[in-house]
């Protein structure tokens, strides 16, 4: 029921706004057990924010969880949104929810665990390159600008990353466990755009991933990988190997990005997207800089 003035009505109580992610987040196991088909809890979260997904759809959620929230916002936990959130609110959604979950994290173990360091009270980890500190609130502080395909993975990592060292075992985007609703976008606007930036000038590329500690493959193994594959750490222990074959007489270059094994234990699929996803942006502007030709 609506009063004349607005305000929503539900058994007998006012409810003056719908439930966010992070009210509904702090009802949730946050177990990330992905059994809704979502990467994470706080994505099913947004996910039933936006309308998409309904409190149910969580198998682990217990009676008296969904009954607290019934108590506090009613019929909300089960109404989809007559409108879909824009993708900038949602955006907005997503990092609050990180940002309110970093408050939990122990971030002196959280530095031991992820490969990062303690300075006073701030976790310093370099991502993509560059170095950025992260508060107990969630924010980060960095000599560059923050951006939110930076902002967000690093959160993830540090929120979920089980800190799983790499074994060396490389596999292609798509034989990660849950990468099946990123491969077309991974497909196209990462591996696909890195290799457009690459032809622009080959021998600056290979030098330009120095910048994210690209080091030649230690064992390039039976031929899979181009002689002059690089490995990079967008993240301490979330490793890429960058395989790039330039064009050569009537064949066409090739790019191939593999990952570690245990990539999906440190940081979830969606976000190794997003991840590269910056690194394709990063890479983009460096190389408008020092060419002629537009990346």
């Known amino acids: 029921m609506t009063s004349a003035s607005g305000v929503q009505w539900y058994h007998g109580q006012v409810n003056p706004r719908r439930p966010s992610a992070v009210d509904l987040l702090r009802h949730l196991e946050r177990s990330n057990c992905r059994e809704c088909r979502l990467p994470t809890c706080m994505a099913f979260a947004a996910a039933v924010v936006r309308g998409e997904r309904q409190l149910r759809d969580c198998p682990r959620l217990t009676p008296e969880a969904f009954a607290s929230l019934q108590a506090q916002f009613g019929a909300e936990m089960d109404a989809p949104r007559s409108e879909p959130l824009p993708a900038e609110s949602y955006g907005r959604e997503l990092m609050t929810a990180l940002m309110a979950r970093t408050s939990e994290v122990n971030l002196g173990d959280a530095a031991t665990r992820l490969g990062g360091e303690l300075k006073e009270s701030r976790l310093a980890i370099r991502c993509l390159g560059r170095i950025f500190e992260l508060d107990s609130a969630g924010q980060l502080y960095s000599q560059c600008h923050v951006n939110p395909w930076v902002h967000a993975p690093l959160l993830s990592y540090v929120l979920d990353g089980a800190g799983a060292e790499p074994t060396g075992e490389w596999v292609l985007f798509r034989e990660l466990r849950h990468a099946q609703d990123w ?112 990346a």
């Not at 002689?227 to 790019?255: C, M």
């Open 183 to 294: 491969i077309l976008f991974f497909d196209h606007r990462c591996e696909a755009e890195l290799r457009r930036i690459a032809d622009v000038d080959p021998l600056l590329f290979l030098d330009l991933l120095q910048i994210f500690g690209g080091q030649p493959l230690t064992d390039p193994g039976d031929g899979s990988f181009a002689p002059n594959a690089r490995v990079i750490h967008p993240l301490p222990k979330l490793p890429i190997l960058v395989s790039y074959w330039p064009a050569e007489d009537t064949f066409g270059s090739k790019l191939t990005l593999f990952f570690d094994r245990t990539a999906e234990r440190n940081l979830s699929a969606d976000y190794i997207y997003r991840l590269v996803g910056g690194l394709v942006e990063m890479l983009r502007k460096i190389l408008r800089r020092h060419t002629a030709q537009p």
